[in-house]
């Protein structure tokens, strides 16, 4: 079963940082390790579409959204089963909700998180 548990969201003034974690089950990490899943950050501001921001496949590539790069890194503890996004020189147009996703890239199927809210504000 894949399980994917975001957290780290929270309320953070123009130019501060977060970091996001996404805890997966061990077996979806094996498979993202074996580069058979890749994993990633999607957000979804309000009243608009679910986009890319960061995807990784294991020991491959990475690859980011236009509007964060440089300022935004994705990463992993594979002791932890654990995939982070660290979020600097946040703006206030990154306010949305961030989900971890894992996709079998087999068939493309997408596994998501519940999502966790970001919000920058002054």
């Known amino acids: 079963q894949v399980q994917l548990v975001e957290s780290g969201g929270g309320l953070v003034q123009p130019g501060g940082s977060l970091r996001l974690s996404c805890v997966a089950s061990?077996?979806?990490?094996?498979?993202?390790?074996?580069?058979?899943?890749?994993m990633g950050w999607y957000r979804q501001a309000p009243g608009k579409q679910r986009e890319l921001v960061a995807t990784?496949?294991?020991?491959?590539?990475?690859n980011y959204a236009d509007s964060v790069k440089g300022r935004f890194t994705i990463s992993r503890d594979n002791a932890k089963n654990t995939l982070y996004l660290q979020m600097n020189s946040l703006k206030p147009e990154d306010t949305a909700v961030y989900y971890c996703?894992?996709?079998?890239?087999?068939?493309?199927?997408?596994?998501w998180g519940q999502g966790t809210q970001v919000i920058v504000s002054s």
């Open positions: 061990r077996s979806i990490f094996t498979l993202y390790a074996l580069k058979l899943y890749s």
């Open positions: 990784s496949t294991s020991g491959t590539s990475t």
């Open positions: 996703n894992a996709k079998r890239l087999t068939n493309g199927d997408d596994y």
